[in-house]
């Protein structure tokens, strides 16, 4: 079973930046290859919200909500996925969750999140 360890949040001023990694340590670089990964969001009473995707072979997507300010990248012999996020708003405090789906079966996992806050 994939297992996803969430680090990076933390408490951070308007306008600064954090990268947020996410690692797979029990899988195997062949494994880890076939998995597209992904951030999510979750807001205090806000329902869970995708923030970025990158797939396997490197092809992103973002949410309207953050283009132009986060980047999604993934290093597969380090089989690590990041997420640089610059510009923040107070609007970006949230539980950060990453996720692995497997490109052929579908089959997802989630990390334990990791907290940002965003604030004055």
């Known amino acids: 079973q994939v297992h996803l360890v969430e680090s990076g949040g933390g408490l951070v001023q308007p306008g600064g930046s954090l990268r947020l990694s996410c690692v797979a340590p029990r899988l195997i670089f062949s494994s880890y290859i076939q998995y597209s990964m992904a951030w999510y969001r979750q807001a205090p009473g806000n329902e869970r919200e995708m923030v970025a995707t990158?797939?396997?072979?490197?092809?992103?997507d973002y949410a309207d909500f953050v283009k132009g300010r986060f980047t999604i990248s993934r290093n597969n012999s380090r089989k690590t996925v990041y997420l640089q996020m610059n510009g923040l708003k107070p609007e970006d405090t949230a539980v950060y969750y990453c996720?692995?789906?497997?490109?052929?079966?579908?089959?997802?996992?989630w990390g334990q999140g990791t907290q940002v806050t965003v604030s004055s």
């Open positions: 990158i797939t396997n072979s490197g092809s992103t």
């Open positions: 996720s692995a789906v497997h490109s052929a079966t579908g089959s997802a996992t």
